[in-house]
């Protein structure tokens, strides 16, 4: 029986996690895990077909989109805006400054996102024959403002490859 993305329920159209997926380019275990706490942070009802979950559509596209916003939001409060736009920060104070939980974030984006994060304002040659990088405050900040779209690093696809027409 083949999988599809996308059923009717009571004359509204369902999504399941991969069409999720697709369109907000949250993965799906981020999106199981925010539903296991849904009674804690009002993520929608599922509806299930077999072992498949499926949402309504508008209710869980407006409801990640509203999560994203907020999360980028708290991500730009931790940011130390004070500091001079030219000082450099190693990878550890690029991870603090950005709001990110660990440095591996900034280190997948350097290794599998080609592109995606800033280049390096300042390199130096370690002895250890480790190259240690560094950005200005000002290269961070520009990179925060235009980052903040949830699955771009971690797909390394295009918003305008995710968002494919989708009937309603």
Same mark, same amino acid.
Do not use: F, M, P
């Given at each position: 029986m083949p999988t599809t993305n #996308?059923? %009717? &329920?009571?004359g509204r159209p369902h999504?399941?996690? /991969? =069409?999720? /997926?697709d369109r907000t380019g949250i993965s799906a275990k981020t999106q199981r895990n925010l539903y296991v706490e849904r009674a804690t942070n009002g993520h929608p009802e599922a509806h299930l077909q077999g072992r498949e979950a499926f949402f %309504?559509?508008? #209710? &869980?596209? =407006?409801?990640y989109t509203a999560w994203a916003e907020?999360? @980028?939001a708290n991500r730009r409060l931790a940011q130390d805006d004070a500091g001079d736009a030219d000082e450099l920060l190693d990878v550890p104070a690029a991870t603090r400054f950005l709001?990110?939980?660990? @440095?591996?974030?900034? #280190?997948g984006y350097l290794a599998r996102n080609d592109g995606y994060f800033p280049e390096?304002? %300042?390199?130096?040659?370690?002895p250890s024959g480790r190259v240690r990088r560094r950005w200005k405050r000002s290269t961070l900040r520009a990179f925060a403002a235009r980052a903040a779209r949830p699955g771009d690093a971690v797909t390394g696809r295009s918003r305008r490859s995710r968002h494919r027409a989708h009937p309603s």
């Open positions: #996308r059923i %009717d &329920v009571d999504i399941n996690r /991969a =069409e999720i /997926a %309504d559509e508008h #209710r &869980v596209i =407006e409801w907020h999360k @980028q709001g990110y939980a660990s @440095q591996s974030t900034i #280190r390096a304002d %300042d390199c130096e040659d370690l």
